[in-house]
């Protein structure tokens, strides 16, 4: 494994039991700066858990998690909570403030951490409805707007404070699939614009063969595999094989790929 990248977040035989109910067994995965990763898995298999030990929601019965080798489970009180702010999160549904405007939205985790100057507020929403391709959309309310846009101001909400990680839970499940493209699309921008760090939970295999540098499969437990798209399709794990034989996809994804600035992972 010749990577001269930073390890930006390192998991290590990381274990997880709810009463008699084992979800992690040992996962070991390390994303490097500026990397994408998806995690895929069947429903229930412990995705979510895993991304909330990450952010410190979750503390681990055994093994570690350590992000810019800050060991996460030591966290505790206000640590924790400035911790957190290195992260951005695109939750499901976007769960954006419904009684505020779509500017308030976007505002909110700048105000909430101290920014007073509107004209600095202004400036950040803007350039936040840009990215997400919802210029002048300011003064609608999160009732006006439809799944994918909400997604799309969730994503310019989670981005406004230069997080320098970007979790992403199910970004495009519930979408059709020219919004959920539309999603991986500015998934990627975010990705190659401001090198955040990346994980994405998603059981969308196509979302996943587009968005990410390398993908994960999440299996009983433990990560059986981890690789590039292209080492993903041709592996012969007969459980990753059986995600990911949507063989359409790829021939969609290496249109969508063309262009992009070519990262290369660890592995
Ligand atoms: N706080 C909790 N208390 C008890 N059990 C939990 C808790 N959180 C998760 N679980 C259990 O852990 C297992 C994994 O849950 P998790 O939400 O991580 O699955 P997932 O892979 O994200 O699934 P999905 O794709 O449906 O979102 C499930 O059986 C769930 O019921
Ligand atoms: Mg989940």
Redesign the pocket.
Known sequence: MQNSRKVKIQIRGLEKS??E?K?LDGVDLDIYEGESVAVI??????????I?HVIGL?RPDNGMVTVDDINVQDLSGYELQEFMCRFGMLFQGGALFDSMSVFDNVAFPLRERGVRDEDQIRKRVDEMLNLVDMDNSGNLMPSDLSGGMRKRIGLARALAPEPNIMLY??PTTGLDPVVGGVIDRLIVRTRDRFHVTSIT?T?DIRSAYRIAHRIAM?YNGKIIKIGTPEEMRSCSIPEVEEFVADRTAHLENNLFQAGNSGFKGGN
């Open positions: 709810f009463g109910k979800v898995g069947a429903s229930g298999t412990g995705k979510s858990v895993l909330k979750l839970d199910e939970i059981h999440l």
